[in-house]
């Protein structure tokens, strides 16, 4: 998918997580310059130095969603604008989840905590980001999400009901932007070997993940003016 993304500037959140890091190289391969998002500044430098084997310079911008207020969110865009002058598409890869518990048991705080960093940050980032991807002629704004049906049993606790909020505000979002050029939609990958899995699966027995990096293409595809023909759905690529 060389030069798909040419001249693209495009936003990464959760840079430093399997999906996030890989999908980051391929936008990087596909041509686009990528501001690298994440939380912790080591792991942010490891994945700057792989993205930029791969194509454009890209750029780190080291943030917290969980502290993160809305004034953080709108410096970002206006740091982004003042530095590469545009942003063309912000895929949501970062994800807060603590394992499995039940309701009952929960911590209010780890509850409010998964609630805000997988709902709330997400939608405070999209809305201080939708004036300056409204000015692009294509832009798309791209949400990972987990399978609903999963993360509606039992013990998914704060994680499972976010995931629920997070595809309604998708639905919404992709209605208020129909007639705009910011295209909004889900990318819903399979099972995947990730951090954030482990905590709720035995690596060992878990035969049905496969690497990040099998949906990283899916990514680059949404990103891309490709991306139209799934404008408002939650993709679930083979």
Known sequence: MSGVLDGRVLLVTGATGGLGS?????????????????????RLNRVYDAV????????????????????????????????LGRLDGVLHCAAEFRGLTPLLHTDPAA?????????TAPWWLSQACLPLLAKAPDAAL??????????????????GVAQHGLDAL???LHAECANSS??????????MRTALRAKAYVEEDDRLARDPAAY???????????????????????
């Not at 980051?24 to 041509?31: D, P």
């Not at 509850?111 to 709902?119: G, I, K, P, Q």
């Not at 791209?142 to 994680?159: C, H, I, K, M, T």
């Not at 910011?182 to 099972?191: F, H, K, Q, S, Y």
């Open 22 to 42: 890989a999908a980051a190289q391929a936008c990087a391969r596909a041509g686009a310059t990528v501001v690298l998002l994440g939380r912790k500044v080591p």
């Open 52 to 83: 930029a084997a791969c194509g454009p310079e890209p750029l780190l911008y080291p943030l917290d969603l969980e502290g993160a207020t809305p004034d953080d969110y709108a410096e970002m865009a206006a740091r982004v604008e003042g530095a």
């Open 111 to 119: 509850f409010a905590r998964a609630l805000h960093v997988n709902l």
């Open 142 to 159: 791209v949400f990972a999400v987990d399978d609903l049906a999963r993360v509606s049993q039992a013990y998914w606790g704060g994680y």
């Open 170 to 172: 998708i639905r919404i």
């Open 182 to 191: 910011v295209r909004v939609c889900a990318l819903r990958p399979g099972p």
């Open 216 to 238: 990283a293409e899916a990514c680059v595809t949404l990103l891309s003016p490709a991306g139209a023909a799934h404008r408002g759905q939650a993709w679930s690529p083979a």
